[in-house]
Nanobody, 126 residues
Framework: QVVLVETGGGSVQAGESLRLSCTAS????????MGWFRQVPGKEREGVAA???????SYAGSLKDRFTISRDTAKNTFDMQMNYLTVDANAMYYC????????????????????WGQGTQVTVSS
């Protein structure tokens, strides 16, 4: 059974930073991608960043300038450092493991990922 647990969300002021962490258990093999998605009420879940097993990364839009993802395949952890947060970052953030065989293409869509964590809330106030 695959279980993903996200930690690190919280409430911060605009301009501050947060680091989200995801720990995966029950995932067999190492040839899978991991992604971070976010969702606000009433909107579709959107990809934020993704990373494949080879270390290639993809970020949504201009987030690459402020967000950095990293992965430790030995520990099955996947982190996202978010700097200079703005109120646009307000959302529930989810960690996900890709479907078998998915090739990193942008951040992927929700259908490209088969396992999801419960989410961690990020709140940024101005």
């Amino acid at each position: 059974q695959v279980v993903l647990v996200e930690t690190g969300g919280g409430s911060v002021q605009a301009g501050e930073s947060l680091r989200l962490s995801c720990t995966a258990s029950g995932v067999t093999g190492s040839l899978y991608s991991m992604g971070w998605f976010r969702q606000v009420p009433g909107k579709e879940r959107e990809g934020v960043a993704a990373m494949d097993s080879g270390g290639s990364r993809s970020y949504a839009g201009s987030l690459k300038d402020r967000f950095t993802i990293s992965r430790d395949t030995a520990k099955n952890t996947f982190d996202m450092q978010m700097n200079y947060l703005t109120v646009d970052a307000n959302a529930m953030y989810y960690c996900a493991v890709s479907q078998p065989g998915w090739v990193l293409a942008n951040c992927g869509g929700s259908d490209d990922f088969g396992y999801w964590g419960q989410g961690t809330q990020v709140t940024v106030s101005s």
